[in-house]
């Protein structure tokens, strides 16, 4: 590796606000203390948890802050010896740009236990697409459901980058996958993906759902947030699970909630947040592997560079995306 330079470009919010908070400046590389890692950033995704940074809708946000909550790249530096300079590397959660500086730099410093090798020949936007979308979806289809061979699963935001990969997933793991989406223009988008049912969702889809499985679905993976929540229990089975992930909605509280009256009788509601630990090194390099070999898709929307940062935030606000927004460096 060529030398770590003394100073980097970087995404800093000062604060809450419009998309002109969005700022590059010129900041300090960071200097990684044991226990630490500095990875040099190739590429990095762009979450809604950053979104709920910008507008003010994150709690335990410290500003000025580096947003990304997740990063690509390689070992700048590892002074604890966890790992070697110019590994390939992925980097995600764990209080990532919410409570110390986060992937939207050239480099980025976070704790060891935050970081997972791996090996590939794919390019850098598409390896920057993976860890957060990868973690998020493994965990919620594991941890969260316990997905089974041969069950179905509603996920509700099917067009999201998580929503996308779940789907991925699921359909490698046999199970039958109705996927939501508010934009007809989209269904073919999920139908190549492997999706079994497409439905549009015009905020109720259960009915749509009991048609083509009369007693509910086995288990559905909430994306989108509490509106669709309700609609999302209807469509369940009894004894079913509902996984609640994420909140495309920007809604994540249940007012004056009465788990009598709002559960459906029999019907499970769980939830997922996750962390970097929950996605194995060997799932990681096993997905990789299979993209590389085409036999699974990465499902990317847009690339940008980090000078376009503000436009690729107004994007991910729209909603317009089917896969996955990244940043490449």
Same mark, same amino acid.
């Given at each position: 590796?060529?030398? !770590? ?17 969005l $700022?590059?400046r010129?900041?300090?590389v ?8 500095? !990875? ?17 809708? =994150? ?11 997740? =990063?690509?790249?390689i ?9 070697? =300079? ?24 976070v ?16 390896? +920057?697409?993976?860890?957060?979308m990868?973690?998020?979806? &493994?965990g919620?289809?594991?941890i969260?459901?316990?997905? $089974?061979?041969?069950?179905? !699963?509603? %996920?509700? +935001? ?5 929503g ?8 490698? $793991?046999?199970m039958i ?10 269904a ?8 079994d049912h497409?439905l ?12 083509i ?28 699970v ?15 909630? &009465?788990? %009598?009256?709002?559960l459906?009788? +029999?019907? $499970?509601?769980?939830? &997922?947040? +996750? ?7 060997e799932?990681?390099q096993?997905?990789?592997d ?7 898709? %990465?499902? %990317?929307?847009?690339?940008f560079?980090?000078?376009? !940062?503000?436009e690729?935030?107004? &994007? ?14």
């Amino acid at each position: 590796m060529s030398a !770590i330079p003394t100073t980097m470009r970087a995404v800093v919010l000062d604060g809450p606000g419009p998309l002109e908070a969005l $700022r590059i400046r010129d900041l300090p590389v960071p200097t990684p203390q044991p226990g630490e890692v500095l !990875i040099q950033v190739k590429a990095f995704g762009l979450n809604r948890s950053e979104l709920h940074t910008r507008l003010g809708m =994150a709690e335990g946000v410290v500003f000025p802050r580096v947003p990304g909550i997740e =990063a690509t790249g390689i070992v700048a530096s590892s002074p604890g010896g966890e790992f070697e =300079a110019g590994q390939q590397v992925m980097a995600m959660m764990g209080g990532m740009g919410r409570t110390f500086d986060g992937g939207y730099a050239e480099y980025t410093c976070v704790p060891a236990a935050q970081v997972i090798p791996f090996t590939s020949t794919l390019d850098w936007p598409t390896l +920057g697409a993976v860890p957060e979308m990868l973690q998020t979806a &493994y965990g919620s289809l594991t941890i969260g459901l316990d997905g $089974r061979p041969g069950q179905s !699963i509603l %996920i509700r +935001g099917g067009t999201s980058s998580v929503g996308a990969a779940t789907a991925i997933l699921a359909k490698q $793991r046999d199970m039958i996958v109705f996927a939501t989406t508010r934009n007809p223009a989209k269904a073919d988008a999920l139908k190549q993906l492997g999706v079994d049912h497409v439905l549009i969702d015009n905020g109720e889809v259960a009915d749509q759902v009991r048609r083509i499985a009369p007693g509910g679905v086995d288990t559905a993976l909430e994306l989108v947030g509490t509106p669709t929540l309700p609609d999302t229990l209807r469509a369940t089975r009894m004894q079913g699970v509902v996984c609640f992930t994420g909140m495309l909605s920007n809604e994540w509280l249940v007012e004056n909630f &009465y788990p %009598i009256g709002y559960l459906p009788q +029999g019907v $499970r509601l769980t939830a &997922y947040g +996750g962390d970097a630990s929950d996605l194995p090194a060997e799932v990681l390099q096993d997905f990789l592997d299979a993209a590389a070999a085409g036999r699974t898709t %990465i499902p %990317i929307d847009r690339v940008f560079t980090l000078d376009q !940062i503000r436009e690729a935030h107004g &994007y991910m606000e729209s909603g317009a995306a089917t896969g996955k927004l990244v940043v490449a460096l």
